[in-house]
């Protein structure tokens, strides 16, 4: 109750703010010339930064339900069935047939710019204050923040497309000619978005007491990223230290049986969450589900089961590998967690169910974990149309039976939407120090996220009261063997940990480590089965089944595909190098008279 009246009071401020921005500062296009912009006093620009944040809030910045499509962790859940209905709007994604002009390829390139043209507004009517307010802290801090997310936004920008030569756009442009620009090397883009992220670094807070807005430690994070994507790996653990050890950014990682809130309403704003966007259904609810700058989200609708009120062609579901690497997780059996009996009477043990794969993804013989307000995620859904599993982390599961009852429609969700967490910060650091030998460390920060979720530690023992598994289970080779370690971190501890949070990021990290093609063309590879769950029904003990509901690698009489295919074989074919980013836009190279 606590975390949802802080919500509520950060979003009753923000829909204060953006209503009366409007009375003195008008918000234009980006693509038409702008008037001089003028604020009286720190009150007014305060207001425009809230407009800033409200630009923050489309849906398509995060873009969810294509990102994920185009990574390893999901696929359009229409192909799902035994019938399989590819769409022509969406299918591309999955395929990697997509191109400059296919549907809303343009809307996470154009939400990030809006953000950084608002963010230049704000920053030419700072400057224009004079000597006076400059020398408030507040003027400061409004600077710091309107620098850090115009900042942030050319980094996923140059993260994202066209080999990362994009359009720096660092001014309100005054005359039509400064419209069209051209794009600038990718070193150039660096250089630009890394001077705003310092800026926001050297003089902005530890922390506000708004929670929804970005702080020093929000700085640090895309600053350390940014030097990890660039293996300046040294430099990256610089700022990733900072994170884990300074606690004046009040960070700490969820544990013992506070991980169960992790992408749940109680656990919003947790002491782990670094940046997050902050949507409610309590706030002109009124507001289109496309207006993209409304208090709510459709993220649910495009994730939940079609039971709970997902659907809509831009529905996408768990990948079956990331299915089986959740339903396969190597628990502790000396953590007490994992002995606690379940609804059918089991423990996470003997049904080798993990914290983490309750958090984060519905399973049929998840006995562990209610599920839309029914003991077990097998009581309330059915996993049939070969839908053995869905994503947690966009759905209101915790809060609610259905998803139209959370906004009194499936579309509008209220969930907030995690950008960043510590949870990373740990696994880019032990990247950092896997890439410069110090296996030792990596593998310590690596356990300290396996520990929390109750998991078997790796490599060599080290603490006597925990669990360790010393080698990889199919090579039989050591964790400290450092392309083993390499390996299991890519694709089995960030994938499982992060699942489909963040702007892009599991797409980046394919594209970055170099091995995107190979990744596609290995889960083509692998074949899956299903089988019947019997699962109890009810507090008496009585059990049905769940028809071809549990996936399995052992062969069945049941294939997940119908028609023998395997999932990623279209990417398989048609993922290449000139995939690894997206190209720019139609929106904008029919636009820009210098491209």
């Known amino acids: 109750m606590k975390n949802f009246k802080n919500k509520l009071i950060v979003l009753i401020v923000m829909t204060s703010f953006l209503q009366s921005c409007s009375d003195y500062l008008d918000q234009v296009n980006p693509n038409e010339v702008s008037t001089d912009i003028y604020y009286a006093d720190l009150e007014q620009s305060d207001a425009s930064l809230t407009g800033v944040y409200g630009g923050m809030l489309d849906t398509y910045i995060v873009n969810a339900w294509s990102e994920s499509l185009r990574s ?101 442009p005054g005359e039509i000619n400064e419209i069209s620009k051209s794009t600038s090397s990718s070193e150039d883009v660096i250089k630009f978005f890394r001077e705003d992220l310092v800026y926001a670094y050297d003089n902005l807070p530890a922390a506000f007491d708004e929670k929804s807005r970005v702080d020093k430690g929000v700085a640090a994070t895309i600053l350390g990223t940014s030097h990890l994507y660039e293996k300046e790996y040294d430099q990256a653990i610089v700022y990733f230290d900072d994170i884990i050890n300074n606690s004046d950014y009040g960070y700490a990682l969820l544990t013992g049986n506070n991980v169960k809130n992790m992408y749940t309403q109680a656990g919003e704003f947790s002491s782990e969450s670094i940046f997050e966007i902050n949507y409610s259904v309590a706030l002109k609810p009124e507001e289109s589900q496309f207006y993209e700058e409304s208090f709510n989200t459709r993220n649910a609708r495009y994730s939940a089961p079609n039971g709970r009120g997902g659907g809509a062609p831009e529905h996408y579901v768990a990948a079956a590998w990331l299915t089986d690497a959740y339903s396969t997780e190597f628990l502790d059996p000396l953590d007490a967690r994992n002995t606690v009996l379940g609804y059918n009477g089991r423990d996470r043990i003997t049904d080798n169910i993990s914290l983490r794969a309750s958090s984060m993804i519905a399973l049929v013989n998840d006995e562990h974990t209610e599920y839309y307000d029914k003991p077990t995620a097998a009581i309330r859904e059915t996993f049939n149309n070969n839908k053995i599993s869905a994503f947690k982390q966009y759905t209101n599961h915790d809060i609610t039976d259905h998803e139209k009852n959370v906004g009194n429609s499936t579309w509008k969700s209220g969930k907030n939407v995690i950008i960043n967490r510590l949870a990373d910060v740990y696994l880019m650091r032990a990247e950092a120090y896997l890439e410069t030998g110090n296996i030792t460390d990596a593998l310590s920060d690596i356990n300290t996220i396996r520990e929390r979720w109750a998991l078997a530690l790796l490599g060599p023992v080290v603490d006597a009261s925990k669990t360790y598994v010393m080698n990889e289970p199919v090579t039989n080779l050591p964790y400290t063997d450092e392309n083993t370690l390499r390996k299991h971190l890519r694709h089995v501890e960030r994938p499982l940990e992060l699942n489909v949070q963040g702007v892009s990021s599991r797409n980046i990290d394919l594209r970055r480590w170099g091995n995107a093609q190979a990744r596609f063309s290995e889960l083509n590879g692998m074949k899956y089965y299903l089988s019947d769950y019997e699962y109890v029904k009810n507090d008496g003990g009585a059990t049905a089944t769940r028809k071809n509901s549990l996936l399995t690698r052992s062969v069945t009489g049941k294939e997940l595909y119908s028609d023998g295919e395997n999932e990623f074989k279209d990417a398989a074919q048609n993922y290449n190098e000139s995939r690894d980013y997206k190209p720019l836009p139609l929106s904008e190279t029919d636009n820009n008279t210098n491209l």
């Open 72 to 172: 390893d962790l999901a696929i359009h859940s229409l192909l799902r069935l035994n019938n399989p209905r590819p769409n022509a709007r969406v299918t591309p994604y999955y395929a990697h047939t997509y191109n400059s002009g296919s549907f809303d390829f343009n809307r996470q390139w154009d939400a990030l710019y809006q953000v950084i043209f608002r963010s230049n507004q704000l920053i030419t009517g700072l400057e224009s204050m004079d000597a006076t307010l400059k020398s408030n802290d507040r003027w400061t801090e409004q600077m710091g923040q309107a620098r850090l997310l115009r900042g942030m936004c050319h980094f996923y920008l140059h993260a994202i497309y066209n080999n990362g030569e994009i359009i720096i756009r660092d001014k309100v």
